[in-house]
Structure formats: structure tokens, C-alpha cells
Nanobody, 130 residues
Framework: QVQLQESGPGLVKPSQTLSLTCTVS??????????WSWIRQPPGKGLEWIGY???????YYSPFLKKRASISRDPAKNQFTLQLNSVSPADAAVYYC??????????????????????WGQGTQVIVSS
């Protein structure tokens, strides 16, 4: 059973970089056919996919966030990390890490639904304020 745990600052100032880490247990971030995603939910809105890192190390991002988002991994710590540059109050949300095991890469059009991923972290609240 894969378990995910997000960690990071709950408060970020506008224009700064948000950095969140997802610690994985139960399997390796390099295990075949896993896709490791970051997803967020702004207040009153649906689940928005940010991007994922595939088991191969390839990364894919939402076209709306690809200029500001970066996902990396640390296999030694079994973690993957999201960096989001130049944050604004519009980036305030609950941020989730999620994992899917599939021979087919996930495709996201519109809001994410919870059944699209096999495993979810509990989420971490991020506030953007000076």
C-alpha cells in the first residue's frame, strides 16, 4: 500500500517560490508504471492538475502552469518535489500529491476527479499573503 505525505510551508509571500515535498512509502518513486502528480484545489473550486513526473523521470505539466511549475525527485529519500515560481494570491489552495499506477500515462482535461488516482496524500493548505 502506497502512502503519501505532503510537507512544506503553509504561508508564502507573493512573488516568492512555493516548494512542497511529497514523501512516499510503500513503493519507490522509480518503480515502473507510476505517475506522481501534484494537484491543487483553490477555495470553492475543483481539483486542478499541476503536473506529474513519470517513473521514467519525464515530466509533464498543465499548459496553464508549465512556465512556473517544476517537479523533481530524490530517489534516495523517496520523495518528489513541486516548485512553483512567482506565486500570487491566485495560487492559494490545498495542494495534494497523488500517485497512479498504469501502463498508460494519465491525460487530464478539465478538473481532476479523485478516482483518477490510486493514492492521495492528505493535502496541505497554502496561503499566499504578505
Amino acid at each position: 500500500q502506497v502512502q503519501l505525505q505532503e510537507s512544506g510551508p503553509g504561508l508564502v509571500k507573493p512573488s516568492q517560490t512555493l516548494s512542497l515535498t511529497c514523501t512516499v512509502s510503500g513503493d519507490s518513486v522509480k518503480s515502473d508504471y507510476y505517475y506522481w502528480s501534484w494537484i491543487r484545489q483553490p477555495p470553492g473550486k475543483g481539483l486542478e492538475w499541476i503536473g506529474y513526473m513519470a517513473y521514467s523521470g519525464s515530466t509533464y505539466y498543465s499548459p496553464f502552469l508549465k512556465k512556473r511549475a517544476s517537479i523533481s525527485r530524490d530517489p534516495a529519500k523517496n520523495q518528489f518535489t513541486l516548485q512553483l515560481n512567482s506565486v500570487s494570491p491566485a495560487d492559494a489552495a490545498v495542494y495534494y500529491c497523488a500517485a497512479k499506477k498504469s501502463e498508460v500515462a494519465p491525460i487530464h482535461i478539465g478538473d481532476v476527479t479523485t478516482d483518477e488516482y490510486d493514492y492521495w496524500g492528505q493535502g496541505t493548505q497554502v496561503i499566499v499573503s504578505s
